[in-house]
């Protein structure tokens, strides 16, 4: 390789490292950029379609903001409106659903000492209701926090979409034009594919949350179930995470049978209920529509889903899963490439 | 399909064809004409074999599609055995095709051909899925080419179906001549090889 082909690639790599520091060192501008990134990689080939040959793009793309951010923003201006209220709710019932859970326990403790003669000593219901209490007073307390953040996502997010709209295709050829020549074919074949696996995933694990979130509002309302539209909306969003979110979801429904006081309202229905629905999905949903776009044995899943929790939390777990993908990829060319070349 | 024919469907469709200045159509089409002295795309296209029955409008569409790489003398462009994901046009320069290449110890191994301007190689590494380079390619000249990759043709495949299909019928046809011609090479050797057993 020539000496300027090698600061070439120098440079290139310099760059690359200087992009990524950038990003971890302000979060506050390059997660509403991913963000608005994962949108337009989702709505790509709908726009795609919808402005070939058309020249009044910069209008469609307008409208389809303008469509998109009245999707996102009321509910989300709504749901932060109406959780603060909730909570206080939530915390003023808080003693109520303590002393049942303790009642509870306390019948629990004698059963087991009637039977096996063992006393159990630890009280892990007052232990987990102070944290809740805790993290339900961090929260009212942040509120402001998230407020001032949503409304800088607000903002900053239609900014970069319309920008990536208008722009990709020239900033995208002032990338390529700016890689080396030995990485070119590579870098650009693999990063498109990146950018297809990446839109494919989010797309299709929203459509399989749709699918589950319907289903088990559908089987919630047909047993009589209270709140069944909030727990099919939390089963829906949980299973976004896979392998554990449906757990996740089902978490809520547990608590709501167990302190109901209510005759119609039976464990064994409700479990019915979402073990037919995650079923559905396992055998129906996902192989037709994720798994395909994945291709990742389930416990390279599971083990990504924990380091995707420990590096970015609750987005690190749901988009964790196509980036292995693509390493997986990029894994495979380069070692085929070495051992053709070693 | 014409540009002008593009354009009439629109008006007998009942659409109103845009009344803005597209810029970059006029910049197109100032190049392509021929008070222009710079080879354009366009020019440089209908010359060459598989694109050249493509109408002015196609070409214009197609070059949307393409990638402009530049190489000093003696860049390697791609080497034997590397994935292939690509297709390229000569549009200025040379470049030398070579087997058994050793960029280490620089030993250029067997000179097989040399491609110029208007030709193209690598038309196996858009169409195989998991394509191999069969030759070392390595830039003779200061050299342009014109690229065309895997998520391009899906691309242009998705947006100009009809465009998509016209050209990977001309890239089969393509390959269909080099079997053709590799068949008879293969046909001929053997019967050399019978010929020079029965001598000796």
């Known amino acids: 390789m020539k000496k300027n082909q090698k600061i070439k690639l120098y440079l290139f790599f310099s760059f690359l490292i200087a992009t990524v520091v950038f990003g971890i060192l302000f979060p506050r501008l390059t997660l509403p950029f991913g963000f608005a990134y994962i949108v337009y990689l989702i709505a790509k080939p709908f726009t795609l379609r919808l402005t070939t040959g058309n020249r009044k793009q910069r209008i469609i793309y307008s409208a389809l903001l303008t469509i ?65 209490e805790l993290m339900g007073a961090q929260f009212l307390e942040e509120i ?76 919630l309302l047909i047993i009589g179930f209270p709140y069944p539209f909030i727990l099919g909306f939390v089963a829906g969003i949980t299973n976004i995470l896979p392998y554990i979110g449906p757990l996740i979801g089902f978490i809520p429904a547990f608590f709501i049978a167990i302190l109901a006081n209510d005759p119609k309202v039976t464990m064994l229905s409700m479990i019915m209920v979402y073990t037919l629905a995650n079923l559905i999905d396992m055998v129906l949903v996902f192989p037709l529509l994720v798994s395909k776009i994945v291709n990742l044995h389930p416990i390279v899943v599971v083990v990504s889903i ?16 196509p980036f292995i993908a693509f390493f997986k990829i990029l894994f495979r060319e380069v070692y085929q490439d070495l051992s053709v070349h070693l | ?86 297709f390229y046009f000569v549009f200025s320069g040379a470049v030398n095709i070579f087997a058994n290449y050793q960029i280490q110890n620089e030993d250029q191994g067997d000179f097989i051909l040399r491609l110029e301007k208007y030709q193209y190689f690598g038309e196996m590494g858009l169409l195989e899925e998991f394509n191999r380079r069969s030759a070392t390619i390595v830039a003779a000249e200061n050299t342009v080419l014109l690229g065309m990759f895997k998520p391009d043709l899906d691309q242009m495949l998705e947006i100009y179906p009809v465009l998509g299909a016209k050209f990977l019928k001309e890239t089969a046809l393509v390959m269909a001549n080099r079997m053709g011609q590799l068949t008879r090479e293969i046909v001929s050797l053997k019967k050399r090889l019978k010929e020079a057993e029965m001598k000796g």
Not at chain 1, 88 to 100: A, D, F, H, Y
Not at chain 1, 105 to 128: C, H, Q, Y
Not at chain 1, 306 to 321: A, E, F, K, T
Request: hydrophobic share 45%; with cysteine.
């Open chain 1, 68 to 132: 998109a951010s009245c999707f996102i923003i009321f509910p989300l201006v709504a749901s932060l409106y109406n959780m603060g209220g909730d909570f206080s709710i939530i915390s003023e019932r808080l003693p109520e659903v303590q002393k049942i859970l303790q009642d509870k326990f306390f019948a629990f403790k004698v059963s087991v000492f009637e039977r096996f003669g063992i006393r159990i000593n630890m009280d892990p219901v007052t232990l987990v209701m102070t944290r809740l």
């Open chain 1, 306 to 321: 924990i380091i995707g929790s420990q590096l970015g939390g609750i987005v690190g777990m749901i988009i964790i899963i």
């Open chain 1, 144 to 219: 402001p926090t998230y407020i001032s953040s949503v409304l800088e996502w607000i903002l900053l997010v239609p900014l970069f979409l319309y920008f990536f709209f208008r722009e990709s295709n020239r900033f995208s050829s002032w990338i390529m034009e700016s890689i080396p020549n030995p990485i070119f074919e590579k870098t650009y074949v693999l990063f498109s594919q990146f950018n297809t696996k990446f839109g494919e995933y989010i797309m299709a694990k929203f459509i399989e949350a749709t699918i589950l979130g319907t289903l088990v509002t559908i089987g």
């Open chain 2, 1 to 86: 399909m014409s540009y002008e024919k593009e354009m009439m469907e629109k008006i007998s469709r009942g659409e109103t064809p845009e009344d803005r200045l597209d810029i970059n159509l006029l910049k197109y089409m100032w190049d392509a004409s021929p008070l222009s002295f710079k080879e354009s795309y366009h020019d440089f296209f209908k010359k060459v074999s598989i694109i050249n029955s493509f109408s002015d409008n196609e070409i214009r569409l197609f070059t949307k599609f393409l990638h402009r790489r530049e190489f000093l003398p003696n860049e390697v462009i791609f080497k034997q055995g590397d994935s292939g994901h690509g």
